[in-house]
T-cell receptor, first 115, second 112 residues
């Protein structure tokens, strides 16, 4: 069955430190992969997406993610975290085939940033 | 460009009451989605429309939930009657036919 696992429920980092949020997926074909961020009381904002090509994807707000097919992973990284990055981060996988566009989300990782 | 609009932002009801949520997608987006996000979980797709037609409603509890998208633009999601376990954030998203989904701010429903 298709699924997305985000192993870390909560992560706390100091401002200026580097960040890596993990995402593993189970999917029968080459997936389309997404990272979304959700601030309190807000909807989901797309950070970046991987459809094909270069496995290192650049996104907004200084985030990047790397697709590793052998590890079924799509980890999100940022070299230096800002206090405004505190939010919940969701990894998602989608089929994008046959006219269907269903996304399957992980349970999310809540990021706290210490000053 | 205006984003996905949803209303109301918050709703509190008693169990067994009915409630409706409204969504206006990004102009020109043919595909519209309703997701349910229970506290501590990722969003789960309830129903997907392409223009006026339903593409996927496999996870919609059809005994109490209904949704429509008249004229291929706005959509309404209804719950009747509500149960305690329906307390969640209901997110609407839209996309071009098969492309990135853009989300609205959501409606937070509390069922007492």
């Amino acid at each position: 069955a298709q699924s997305v696992t985000q192993p870390d429920i909560h992560i706390t980092v100091s401002e200026g430190a580097s960040l890596e949020l993990r995402c593993n997926y189970s999917y029968g074909a080459t997936p389309y992969l997404f990272w979304y961020v959700q601030s309190p009381g807000q909807g989901l904002q797309l950070l970046l997406k991987y459809f094909s090509g270069d496995t290192l994807v650049q996104g907004i707000k200084g985030f990047e993610a790397e697709f590793k097919r052998s590890q079924s992973s799509f980890n999100l990284r940022k070299p230096s975290v800002h206090w405004s990055d505190a939010a919940e981060y969701f990894c998602a996988v989608g089929p994008l085939s046959g006219g269907y566009n269903k996304l399957i989300f992980g349970a999310g990782t809540r990021l706290a940033v210490h000053p | 460009e205006a984003g996905v609009a949803q209303s109301p932002r918050y709703k509190i009801i008693e169990k067994r009451q009915s409630v409706a949520f409204w969504c206006n997608p990004i102009s020109g987006h043919a595909t519209l989605y309703w997701y349910q996000q229970i506290l501590g979980q990722g969003p789960k797709l309830l129903i997907q429309f392409q223009n006026n037609g339903v593409v996927d409603d496999s996870q919609l509890p059809k005994d109490r939930f209904s949704a429509e998208r008249l004229k291929g633009v706005d959509s309404t999601l209804k719950i009747q009657p509500a149960k305690l376990e329906d307390s969640a954030v209901y997110l609407c998203a839209s996309s071009l036919v098969t492309d990135t989904q853009y989300f609205g701010p959501g409606t937070r429903l509390t069922v007492l």
